[in-house]
């Protein structure tokens, strides 16, 4: 008896994703994971592949308001789901219409507070903090540290990254007004 031949191409699947606010109809293969479909199918490069395994964090987006590692999650899992990435982060796009591009809060936190050197775990370490903020708007050193367990940074040894969230918290908390050095009206 003798194994049956390949037919072909793996079949594709019929798959409907909001990223960053914007809607999009896709075709893809059941074992296609989701950070490959926003990197390769999206141009969505932000979202960084660092170890396949879910153990760096590099990969981290929201998945409907969730932390997800987009390395582990297919897909097809994320059809019907609302993703954010970091592009959209720094669009200002999750704080609200009408806010004008430029850097998150978080974002400059990082920047202020030396959270970032080389830069390539910085997007989920940012999308991880934003997740724990939203859930924790004053989090402690430890809330810090237990949200970014799953993130890995071979450059700052961590403490920066802790002060960088710690501020970046603390500047969302504050009105947008004070943020930007607005007068309210």
Request: glycine share 12%; proline share 6%; charged share 20%.
């Amino acid at each position: 008896m003798t194994a049956a031949a390949p037919t072909g191409a793996a079949p594709r699947l019929p798959i409907r994703l909001t990223v960053n606010g914007q809607a999009h109809d896709l075709e893809v293969e059941a074992r296609r994971m989701l950070v490959d479909v926003l990197r390769e199918d999206l141009d969505l490069t932000g979202t960084k592949v660092g170890c396949d395994t879910s153990q760096c964090g590099a990969c981290t987006v929201h998945l409907d308001g969730r932390a997800v590692k987009a390395c582990t999650v297919l897909a097809v899992q994320a059809d019907g789901g609302d993703v954010t990435t970091i592009e959209a982060v720094a669009a200002g796009r999750p704080w609200g219409p009408g806010l004008e591009p430029g850097l998150h809060p978080m974002q400059a936190a990082f920047v202020d507070h030396h959270g970032l050197q080389c830069g390539f775990c910085t997007p989920g370490m940012i999308m991880s903090a934003l997740d724990l903020v939203a859930r924790t708007p004053e989090p402690t050193d430890g809330d810090i540290r237990v949200a970014i367990h799953g993130n890995l940074c071979r450059c700052t040894g961590y403490q920066s990254i802790v002060e960088s969230i710690r501020a970046g918290a603390a500047a969302m908390a504050q009105p947008r007004e004070a943020r930007d050095g607005v007068a309210g009206s």
